[in-house]
């Protein structure tokens, strides 16, 4: 979602020079490449702020001067947040999906969230002294040969803290692909208690270039401008396996063996964040009458859940009556997205989540140590003028291989091959 930034963790890890040339699993066909993803399980204590910080209550400050955005008495790093019309998710067992970017010369390898809901590119920077940057592999600008500074430095506020940091380029490999000079945010502040779960080191944005800052050019579209690649295509793949690489993002194109049937397109309707338009919302047949005329929908990778707007999603969640102890899911009903007179649909099995009797809760897992169940979804205001809107995150494109093409500017889904 929109500058979906989360950039911490759990243990400190030395970045190590290796190139992402030279990683075992990386795959090329012909004109396409496919990066290994890995997905990785984590605990957020609070699911309510980590979606306040990648959402709406952002606001940019910018400077030339980086010492002049920070003010350590302005945020307390203790601060708590208590947001209204919440869907309960404490201690939710949330999944991202990483892959692995090369930064400088020599390299210095780190993972990323590949996030279509976000246009810049953040990494942590070895200036930062706080706990959510030494649990992760930082960026040395001083060890690479190939950095530049810009002069302009960037902060970010949202309900539970701050980030700031400077901006630079570099040159950075991607699934074998050399992007030469490519602009960063070097993250020299995290402050805020929703860092301190995720299991990433940075944000690679690939929206379009209207929500980056300064203007400057997303990854993807210095791939574009420099002609790297045949087709200006990329696709993902998504396994709901813990643990393991056979996720993957695709460069050039698409790969037929991820998925079962033919690829079905839509046009983009904003160049922002990558939004399509979908004919009708149902809940097992019934028209839910949300899109009048129609429903916008992001495909967003940088996302767990389903969200919807506020109104609308507590009218759908009403008619998912799910027993406390999860005994009806075989008649709970369908939940479907009608695009172009094509039907997307989330089985119970897709939407439904386990919780085990610690309180932990697991998507797409069934135990026999299940207490209860939650929905997968989250309640969202997208402002306008780009929503309101549907996030289509994890929940939907693990099911549905997903295609974002930036040469006709559509997005397209197949229904994804079983792992």
């Excluded at 030395?14 to 066909?29: F, G, I, R, Y």
């Excluded at 390898?109 to 959510?132: E, H, L």
């Excluded at 040969?145 to 490999?173: H, M, P, R, W, Y």
């Excluded at 009903?333 to 007179?341: A, L, Q, R, T």
Aim: glycine share 8%; with cysteine; charged share 20%.
């Amino acid at each position: 979602m929109v500058l979906t930034w989360l950039l911490a963790g759990i243990l400190v890890v030395v970045a190590h020079a290796v190139s992402v040339e030279e990683q075992p699993c990386l795959k090329q066909e012909g004109s396409i490449i496919s990066i290994p993803l890995k997905k990785k399980t984590i605990t957020v204590h609070d699911q309510q702020a980590m979606f306040d910080f990648i959402t709406k209550s952002q606001s940019y400050l910018i400077s030339s001067d980086l010492s002049a955005l920070i003010d350590d008495e302005e945020v307390d790093e203790t601060i708590t947040y208590t947001p209204g019309g919440r869907v309960p998710m404490h201690n939710f067992k949330n999944t991202q999906y990483t892959g692995q970017v090369a930064i400088g010369s020599p390299d210095h390898v780190f993972d990323v969230i590949f996030d279509t809901g976000s246009a810049n590119f953040w990494i942590n920077s070895a200036n930062c002294p706080d706990k959510g940057c030494l649990a992760h592999r930082q960026y040395n600008a001083s060890n690479s040969s190939t950095f530049k500074k810009s002069g302009l430095s960037l902060e970010v506020q949202f309900g539970t803290g701050k980030l700031a940091g400077e901006i630079g380029s570099d040159n950075v490999f991607m699934g074998g692909l050399n992007i030469s000079s490519q602009n960063f945010s070097l993250i020299e502040r995290e402050i805020g208690e929703v860092f301190l779960e995720a299991k990433f080191d940075g944000i690679v944005g690939l929206a379009y270039p209207d929500m980056a800052a300064y203007n400057m050019s997303p990854l993807f579209d210095n791939v574009i401008n420099q002609k790297i690649l045949q087709r200006n295509v990329f696709s993902f793949y998504y396994d709901r396996k813990e643990d393991s690489y056979s996720s993957q993002m695709v460069l050039g194109g698409v790969d037929p063996s991820l998925f079962i049937g033919e690829i079905r397109y839509y046009p983009v309707v904003d160049k922002y964040y990558w939004t399509i338009e979908a004919d009708q919302i149902l809940l097992g047949e019934r028209d839910l009458g949300f899109c009048r005329p129609k429903c916008r929908l992001v495909a967003d990778t940088g996302t767990s859940l389903v969200t919807g707007p506020s109104e609308q999603l507590s009218i759908l969640l009403d008619g998912i009556a799910v027993d406390d102890g999860c005994s009806n899911l075989g008649q709970l009903p369908d939940i479907s997205f009608v695009i172009n007179g094509d039907r997307y649909s989330l089985t119970p099995a897709d939407y439904i989540m386990a919780v085990s009797q610690d309180g932990i809760e697991k998507p797409y897992a069934r135990s026999s140590m299940m207490t209860n169940c939650a929905a997968a979804f989250m309640p969202l205001d997208v402002p306008e003028p780009q929503g309101p809107a549907w996030i289509l995150g994890d929940v939907f494109l693990t099911k549905y291989y997903t295609v974002f093409d930036r040469d006709s500017n559509q997005v397209g889904f197949a229904l994804a091959k079983p792992s």
